[in-house]
């Protein structure tokens, strides 16, 4: 038989958890072919694995490259992480469905997330969206229909519930959008104008998604409207309400232990536990750090939000109406903290505060940090990200490193990065997740190689309804992973977030490399995925 490529001689760890064994893959165009121990037959191209681990390429289920991707087509800092596919349209924010008009608002309301590059921003529709990235860029999309993008359609930026005409023009969009190959339904329920919903809107929504049969993924609620004695409990409480009154799968977005929960795995998961024993079908994600990433826009009231930028920079920039944001943002129950670090800025005149903390940008500038915070909000557009704070105590490091191993051995848990790739100081996950989970887990002793590619692969591809991914298997999609198993790690760090990781030696997707012994290719074969 002759082939485009075999790979020789690789450990075969198949995706699907079982044990790693020798044998050789052979593939013809974009497909696993033959499989066996010594392939007989020609190849334009042969890679010796020798030495090396054969895997699925890895599937990151919570990314925020979006039109990031599109401008930076070849996605080094994610093929080097072993990547493949990534599943777009997190948190209730993305790019469609939109109007034209809605388009250009949610452009500006997100740049401080997304980045705002230069390129042709002219889809509407789910499809129109998904096709960008169709043949266009490196790796594989999946899209996930955003619930702040319908709001801002059918409302615009608004504090009420989604209820009557409006609340059935969301459902026909969200119709729509499975119609035209979204994977699932996605929230974000601390961003606007996610966060004015309520919970019977979400439930409403929620049983189209069940219609279909495919997830409710949810960034927690923290902004509510009465107060809540535990925000986390009840944000966890509304997600299962939703899986219980509607049947909707429900999948955790970046769900871990914290340094005020660290140790306490069990309790955390605990009404999870329960309602899985329930009979609900849930799913969970993290990346294996211990500090997170945002953008400043989130911190603001939502009275602030209301009408979109133009009204909220309006607001910033009259002294009475700041000091009153600033006074409620000191009062909220999730404030900034001032050890943050400034990721990224907009103004030219600002750049200086990237990689600072906010404490050091008051310093600076001769004043309170919070008002040096919306300062730079102000004369940024609100284009103003930050990470952090690193957890200061080694001990307590040490003990959420250990949660989230666990975590990531549980059989329902996946990794998602999270990546946020703005800015010149961004998060290290947007460079090092994949392979800091496999450092992690190697250092560390467990769990097993296998069953970290399986949470990386098969189980994922699973859940997104990704049938012919996620294994390596006759008749499979070829997208593969080569790398070393005993070097591959991460670089990026807080301080150096954009090291590239090491140790990958080759990726294909869809059966053509991207990366061929250590060297990028420049191949842009990435489709945009739907479930089958
Ligand atoms: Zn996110």
Redesign the pocket.
């Known amino acids: 038989m002759d082939f485009d490529i075999i790979i020789r001689g690789g450990l075969l760890v198949d995706g699907t958890g079982s044990q790693g064994h020798q044998c050789d893959l052979g593939i013809k165009a974009d497909r696993i072919v033959a499989m066996g121990p010594h392939l007989e037959g020609h190849a334009q191209e042969v890679i010796d694995a020798d030495g090396m681990v054969v895997a699925p390429g890895f599937i990151d289920t919570?990314s925020?490259s979006e039109v990031m991707l599109l401008a930076e087509p070849q996605h080094e800092r994610g093929l080097r992480q072993g990547i493949t596919t990534e599943i777009l349209g997190?948190?209730g924010?993305s790019y469609a469905p939109l109007s034209n008009n809605n388009l250009q608002l949610y452009r500006a309301y997100l740049a401080g997330l997304n980045g705002n590059p230069d390129i042709n921003w002219d889809w509407s529709s789910v499809a129109e969206y998904r096709s960008r990235f169709d043949g266009t860029v490196a790796i594989n999309t999946i899209y996930l229909i955003p619930h702040g993008t319908l709001r801002l359609e059918v409302l615009g930026m608004r504090d009420r519930p989604l209820v009557g005409e409006p609340l059935e023009r969301a459902k026909a969009l969200l119709r729509q959008g499975f119609e035209e190959g979204a994977a699932a339904f996605s929230t974000?329920l601390s961003y606007y104008p996610g966060a004015w919903s309520n919970t019977e809107e979400l439930i409403e929504l929620g049983r189209v998604a069940a219609e279909y049969g495919r997830p409710y993924v949810t960034?927690l609620r923290t902004v509510f409207r009465e107060p809540q004695a535990d925000y986390h409990r009840a944000g966890v409480e509304e997600a299962l309400e939703i899986g219980r009154q509607t049947g909707v799968p429900v999948h955790f977005?970046?769900f871990r232990t914290s340094p005020a929960t660290a140790g306490c795995v069990g309790h955390l998961l605990g009404p999870i536990r329960e309602a899985m024993a329930g009979g609900l079908d849930i799913t969970l994600e993290t990346y294996p750090y211990s500090f997170g990433s945002g953008y400043a826009v989130m911190y603001l009231p939502p009275w602030a939000q209301e009408g979109g930028v133009e009204y909220t920079l309006q607001r910033l920039s009259d002294p009475v109406t700041r000091q009153r944001i600033r006074g409620e943002i000191a009062g909220s129950p999730f404030p900034p903290s001032p050890e943050e670090t400034c990721t990224h800025v907009a103004s030219r005149d600002y750049q200086w505060a990237v990689g600072h903390t906010f404490r050091e940008i008051g310093e600076r500038l001769g004043t309170h940090w919070l008002d040096a915070l919306l300062l730079l909000m102000l004369h940024s557009r609100l284009r103003v990200g930050m990470k952090g704070p690193p957890t200061p105590d080694p001990e307590v490091e040490e003990q959420i490193t250990r949660d989230l191993l666990q975590l990531i051995s549980l059989p329902y848990y996946m990794v998602g990065s999270?990546s946020?790739p703005t800015g010149e100081s961004p998060h290290p996950r947007a460079y090092g997740c994949f392979p800091r989970f496999l450092r992690l887990a190697r250092e560390y002793g467990y769990p097993e190689l296998e069953t970290l590619i399986h949470r990386m692969t098969e189980l994922p591809a699973r859940r997104f309804g990704l049938r012919d991914r996620g294994v390596l298997a006759l008749g499979k999609a070829a997208d593969v992973v080569v790398f070393d198993p005993m070097e591959t790690r991460d670089c990026a760090a807080f301080g150096e977030p954009k090291r590239l990781a090491l140790g990958v030696r080759d990726v294909l997707v869809n059966g053509q490399l991207a990366i061929k012994d250590f060297q990028l290719t420049g191949c842009l074969a990435g489709r945009a995925l739907s479930p089958a």
């Open positions: 919570h925020h997190q948190d924010l974000g960034h977005s970046h999270d946020i």
